[in-house]
């Protein structure tokens, strides 16, 4: 099951490549096992993506709410590996599926982030890193040097041994300025103490409404079956005018439903299973299968059927990278000497913190991410088809353009829903 669902979002993201229903070049490559790349770029797409469902699988374990952001956890984690060594460095480059090409690798993440983060008066998409080093720790300049000019993190100055509630409440406080001031508190009481030496961190901040907008004036109260089989009232939104067209499929299993935000480059892909439960569609679903959906996707009437949702998330990830394959960079023999020379450093704990909130007008997210590294010691005639999404779905916010997942989540059961 949870290679079949690797496999389905993995493609369904990369696959954002196709337009208007035509396979691309790149998925054809992907579904005959060889992976070539038009540019660096879209190496650095291809790692961000495959991390994204990967660590995707490691959360949506259970029958809850899943909501993350790949991109700002791979932001951090990459500046992290920078500084790793040997077999550290191994580890973390195969769990981030990152290039060997230093050159290459660094450019193009710059390079994506540049233009996903452009200015765009249809969207906000910030994003934004830091390194924040105890007083006492002696950092190369040539890892200050690379982390600023790729990663765009400058590094400041605290005192984790003499003031460490001091050093959070700031860090705490950047992340809050960057996120909307929706993540408050991403480094809780606690897990900073005197052994601390670096936290390098990342928030990214996402507001834009839809291209075509629902009508609060018809959001009605619906049933909502959860993954466990409650059945919860929520506030369902609807485009059910002659103007809901969508980029949409159906098959005898599943729906799946595009919609854009405004300017277009930016969209929400949800995949709906016809039966209630997310595990059916994750047991029986193909790579085939996928690459042919996608590629049957077309521009149609639909009568869409999407609850008001607000999910927020907080993760503690040490257990969960160590699964995928880096347990080197949390274990005291760490190598991290990439960052300071007299070495000792090793990763305590990588925190994730996430919010999003769905409603008529469009979407706003946020999330932020922290390593923390310690020192060991015809319309008219037109049949509308239906997408009501009455029980558990995958979502995700993903720029077209570049094909980078930026978001991604799963509404499994009961979530936060306002009325106004």
């Avoid at 629902?214 to 959001?219: A, E, L, W």
């Avoid at 919860?232 to 439903?257: H, N, Q, Y």
């Avoid at 919609?259 to 277009?264: S, V």
């Avoid at 595990?279 to 299968?289: F, G, H, K, M, P």
Wanted: proline letters at 2%; hydrophobic letters at 40%.
């Amino acid at each position: 099951m949870r290679l079949n669902i690797m496999i389905l979002l993995f493609l369904l993201l990369l696959s954002s490549v196709i337009i208007c229903g035509c396979l691309s070049e790149q998925a054809e490559q992907l579904l005959s096992g060889v992976r070539t790349y038009s540019t660096d770029a879209d190496q650095t797409v291809y790692a961000c993506n495959s991390f994204a469902l990967e660590m995707y699988r490691e959360l949506a374990d259970r029958e809850e709410n899943v909501f993350f952001s790949p991109w700002s956890l791979n932001a951090a984690l990459s500046m992290t590996y920078e500084g790793a060594r040997e077999r550290t460095a191994d580890e973390m480059m195969a769990v981030l599926h990152l290039c060997q090409n230093d050159s290459a690798r660094r450019q193009s993440f710059s390079d994506v982030e540049s233009a996903i983060g452009a200015d765009n008066s249809d969207y906000v998409f910030t994003t934004a890193s830091s390194l924040w080093a105890d007083q006492g720790l002696p950092l190369r300049q040539e890892y200050c040097d690379l982390v600023s000019r790729y990663y765009h993190a400058h590094a400041s100055n605290v005192d984790f041994q003499g003031a460490l509630d001091n050093a959070r409440q700031t860090i705490n406080s950047w992340v809050d300025e960057r996120t909307g001031h929706k993540i408050t508190d991403l480094i809780p009481s606690g897990y900073i103490n005197s052994l601390t030496r670096l936290v390098l961190a990342n928030a990214v901040y996402f507001n834009a409404t839809w291209a075509k907008q629902f009508s609060r004036d018809i959001t009605r109260e619906e049933d909502f079956i959860t993954g466990t089989g409650e059945t919860i009232v929520v506030p369902m939104m609807r485009r059910i005018d002659e103007g809901a067209r969508f980029s949409f499929m159906e098959t005898d299993e599943v729906l799946v439903l595009q919609m854009p935000f405004k300017g277009e480059r930016l969209l929400m892909t949800v995949i709906l299973p016809k039966e209630h439960h997310m595990a059916d569609l994750e047991r029986s679903i193909t790579l085939e299968d996928i690459l042919r959906w996608k590629k049957s996707l077309k521009e149609q009437r639909v009568d869409v059927y999407l609850p008001r949702f607000k999910v927020k998330s907080s993760y503690f990830l040490k257990d969960s990278l160590a699964n995928l394959g880096m347990p080197a960079a949390f274990e005291e023999t760490a190598n991290f000497t990439g960052i300071s020379a007299p070495g000792g450093l090793f990763i305590t704990e990588v925190v994730h913190q996430a919010y999003i909130d769905v409603n008529e007008e469009g979407a706003e997210a946020s999330a932020a991410a922290a390593v923390m590294i310690g020192e060991s010691a015809s319309r008219d005639a037109e049949k509308a088809s239906v997408f009501r999404a009455d029980h558990p779905f995958l979502f995700m916010i993903e720029d077209k353009e570049k094909g980078c997942i930026l978001f991604m989540g799963k509404v499994s059961r009961g979530f936060l829903f306002t009325w106004f």
